[in-house]
């Protein structure tokens, strides 16, 4: 297994702590073979865990997460986090408000890039939803991620 093989899991970890495997193979390029055959090792190990979703997984344990996603470097969890939130936006273009605090997450994590107007605009999004549902402390959080955004602050409880 080379180099890029052995960095899925840690780009998975990225995700959150579930994640859906077209997210992941179109964040990292990789074919589908290699990210299956990357998927049965961390099933075997038990890092992951299978849902009752085909595609959707969860990590086993926060701590195992935690440990995966630390060897990323600050550069390449931002850049990682923009790319995130760049293919959810496009595989949920029609359904932005049920995805939109998890952009909001990934475009604030995202910050050294210069994300801060999607990180807030999709906080709006979310905290309007939120709203409609009346899910009022969840809208009063996504309220503050986006007031947060906005002056460039660092996200509360966030997922990561």
Known sequence: ???????????????GPDFR??????????DEDTLLESLDEALAARFIIETDDADRFVFAHAVV???IYSQL??????????????ALEAMHANEIPRVAAELSFH?????LLDKADKARRYARIAG???????AVEDA????????????????AGTRS
């Open 1 to 15: 297994m080379g180099a890029a093989e052995r960095r899925l899991p840690t780009v998975a970890a990225g995700l």
């Open 21 to 30: 495997l077209p997210v992941w193979q179109d964040v990292t390029s990789a």
């Open 65 to 67: 997460r935690t440990a």
């Open 73 to 86: 470097s600050l550069s390449r969890r931002a850049r990682h986090h923009a790319k995130v939130g760049a």
């Open 107 to 111: 475009f604030r994590e995202a910050g």
């Open 128 to 134: 309007d939803d939120a709203l409609a549902r009346l």
């Open 140 to 155: 009063a959080r996504l309220f503050g991620d986006a007031l947060a955004a906005r002056n460039g602050e660092p996200v």
